[in-house]
């Protein structure tokens, strides 16, 4: 396990020396001391980019080169991905095929950034046609410069994935923050990019508390971009920091996403989605389906059998076999669910399975998966997020109900409907005010499709060529092509 930070391609101890703890949720030990960062480091890690980008060339580099190091990561991660996917286990407490699955989707997310970064040679200029033939004029797409990027502990290595591999491919050198409850996997990605070749000042791992290490980027007058993924308020900080000095901003936020199921739908189908959508990686997921809207002629049924199946499943360390829920990251996180499950009974809501810590599990922030009904819609948790293995389940009668209940929310990451009418499912689909739409689904994420919220869960799109273009400026070259003069103060003699 590494401590250090990862700045300018060296390994170095905090300007401050300060650390913090690294805690195994599982068993609540501390298991290793990470690098506390302050402004000092951060500032480091800033000019070692900022020099990267302005006088080292990686900007200059052609696509394919920029690819050859992002392929060169991907097969790094791979080459250590069990060992990768148990330090995920120990830092976050996420069960073992869980962490390997999200270890190689980030191998994946290098490689797929890798194939558009090729692709910006081959298209690096787009001819705009203009209504004056004495002039032409062109599009060109340029990196924006120095990222820095901030992210939560849900999924540690994954969500660093795609931050670094898009901003590496469109030619922006990055100062990455990883959360300071999960940063093993993220040093880990620094010390592979490293054997990589990748040229110092290019990748730069700051980890340390988000009120300093955080706060010092987003504050820090050199970065040129901002890509934040984490909780509401602090996007909010980042928004305001960001618009201080007009840095370039894309934010991805929270969720209280639906799940409208219609009474066609095929009820073992609809209760393994529903888990899937709430109860994988213990509900803390941005856009886990944590409002279940169910047809009323199939509620009793459904609540029946999403109670059977979610009593069955296993909860125990994630480097166990056979588990498939570990327990909550942390013991504040452990609390704050707690305590959203016990505010909910007191405004009226019904905890029909779950709800409290599974019998013999007295270390490791464990919760059992939980299922409320009666939940009112304006109780916080009907409206918030709880961010832990929490699913709240009520009925509607008619489509219109439905897709009104679904949108009645601040937040639009994303939705799922579940139906055997196809042309139903498109309808509900099409109405669902949200970025990320599932259908006969919940929860699968593809490298290749945009990634992002309407409303209160974000600014700008994650993933595909969309996540490229999140780190690309637009730049114009017009060109006076005439021979004639301009002729506006000089007027051309006579002839
Ligand atoms: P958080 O916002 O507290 O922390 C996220 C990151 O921001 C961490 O690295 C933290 O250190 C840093 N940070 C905190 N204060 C900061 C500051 N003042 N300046 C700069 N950086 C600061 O969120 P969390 O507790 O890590 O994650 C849970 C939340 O994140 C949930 O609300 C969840 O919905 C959201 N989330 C969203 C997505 C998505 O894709 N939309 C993905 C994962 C998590």
Redesign the pocket.
């Known amino acids: 396990m590494r401590s250090e930070l990862y700045i300018d391609g060296q390994w170095v101890k905090p300007v401050k020396g300060g650390t913090c703890e690294v805690i195994n949720p599982a068993t609540e030990e501390v298991i290793h001391r990470i690098a506390a960062a302050t402004a000092e480091d951060v500032d480091l890690a800033v000019k070692a980019a900022r020099r990267a980008f302005d006088k080292d060339g990686w900007p200059k580099l052609t696509g394919a080169r920029r690819a050859g190091y992002l392929r060169a990561i991907a097969a790094g991660i791979r080459a250590r991905q069990a060992e990768i996917a148990r330090l995920e286990v120990l830092d976050n407490g996420k069960p073992f095929p869980e962490a390997d699955w999200d270890v190689a989707d980030a191998a994946g997310c290098f490689d797929f950034y890798a194939g558009l970064a090729e692709q910006l040679d081959n298209n690096p200029e787009e001819a705009i046609a203009l209504p004056d033939a004495r002039f032409t004029s062109k599009a060109v797409r340029e990196p924006i410069g120095v990222a820095g990027a901030?992210?939560?502990?849900?999924?540690p290595l994954l969500?660093a994935a795609w931050k670094v591999a898009p901003a590496l491919a469109a030619g922006c050198t990055v100062v990455l923050?990883?959360?300071?409850l999960t940063s093993l996997t993220a040093l880990e990605l620094a010390a592979i990019a490293d054997e990589a070749g990748l040229p110092p000042g290019v990748l730069n791992i700051v980890t340390g508390?988000?009120?300093v290490a955080?706060?010092a980027?987003?504050d820090h007058g050199q970065v040129d971009k901002l890509a934040?993924?984490?909780?509401?308020?602090?996007?909010s900080?980042?928004m305001a920091a960001a618009a201080r000095d007009i840095k370039r901003v894309s934010l991805?936020?929270?969720?209280k996403s639906p799940f409208v199921v219609f009474e066609d739908a095929d009820i073992d189908k609809a209760v393994e989605w529903i888990m899937f959508g709430i109860f994988w990686n213990q509900g803390q997921v941005?856009?886990a389906t944590s409002r279940v809207l169910v047809q009323d002629t199939l509620y009793e049924r459904l609540l029946a059998r999403l109670i059977e199946e979610t009593k069955k499943i296993k909860i125990g360390n994630g480097l166990d076999e056979g588990v498939l829920l570990g327990p909550l990251v942390s013991k504040r996180q452990h609390e704050q669910v707690v305590a959203a499950i016990e505010k909910a009974q007191q405004a009226g809501a019904t905890v029909a399975c779950g709800g409290v810590r599974p019998e013999g599990f007295d270390k490791g922030y464990y919760l059992q998966p939980t299922v409320l009904t009666d939940v009112p819609l304006d109780s916080a948790a009907w409206v918030e997020?709880i961010?832990g293995p929490v699913v709240c389940i009520r009925p509607f009668k008619t489509e219109e109900d439905a897709v009104e209940l679904a949108n009645d929310s601040r937040f639009g990451?994303a939705a799922a409907v579940m139906s055997k009418d196809e042309a139903r499912a498109e309808r509900v689909a099409a109405a669902f005010r949200a970025g990320i739409v599932w259908i006969n689904c919940s929860q699968p994420t593809f490298t290749e499709a945009p990634?992002g919220?309407y409303k209160e869960?974000?600014i700008g799109r994650e993933l595909g060529r969309w996540g490229l273009d999140n780190y690309l400026e637009t730049k114009q070259i017009t060109r006076f092509a005439s021979e004639d003069s301009w002729g506006w103060y000089i007027k051309p003699e006579a002839a």
């Open positions: 901030i992210i939560p502990w849900n999924y969500m923050k990883p959360a300071e508390a988000g009120s955080g706060q980027i987003i934040f993924t984490g909780s509401g308020p602090v996007g900080k980042i991805e936020l929270g969720g941005c856009s997020e961010f990451l990634w919220g869960s974000g």
